[in-house]
């Protein structure tokens, strides 16, 4: 009797552990463990190539929040991309969101530098000054079999 006890209780026990890894991983997975109050921002590139919903949101080299979305804007077919960030973090309103990679071809993730601005952003304002990701493969291309725009000019002077 004594050893179905134990039996059961190291069971549950294990059950227990495997639940709370299964939880903490969903959880890292979407991004949720940024701790305390947030509030959503936007920005606008022309190109958010690799950026996706849970993306970092970096400042200093250091998270302070999570890609929520991102979504094409139909108007002039640019990318908006929804920022959560932790509301202790005080953005000035000429602050810049840039698309950077962790490596040379890892993950993307957005880097806000901030302004001098007086005035900081609030819930729902959009960050106007961006730098969109680049694209590897073109730039590589460009290096690779030089740049066609400027074989066309070359060829128009005389």
Known sequence: MKNTKLELSV??????GIVAISYLA???GT???????????ES???NAGGLHAGSSVMLAGVTVGRVEGVRIEPSDYSAIV???VLSSLRLPTDSMAS??????????????????DETYMK????ITLTESAMDLESLLGKM???????????KEVP
């Open 123 to 126: 819930t729902g304002m959009r």
């Open 26 to 28: 969903i959880q890292v």
């Open 99 to 116: 698309i950077k990679t962790t490596g040379l071809i890892g993950d993307k993730f957005v880097s806000l530098a901030p302004g001098a």
């Open 144 to 154: 690779a079999f030089g740049s066609v725009e400027n074989d066309q000019v070359k």
């Open 31 to 41: 991004g949720s463990l940024i701790s305390g109050d947030t509030y959503l921002i």
């Open 44 to 46: 606008r590139f022309t």
């Open 11 to 16: 069971g549950f026990f294990i059950l227990l």
């Open 82 to 84: 929804a920022l959560r």
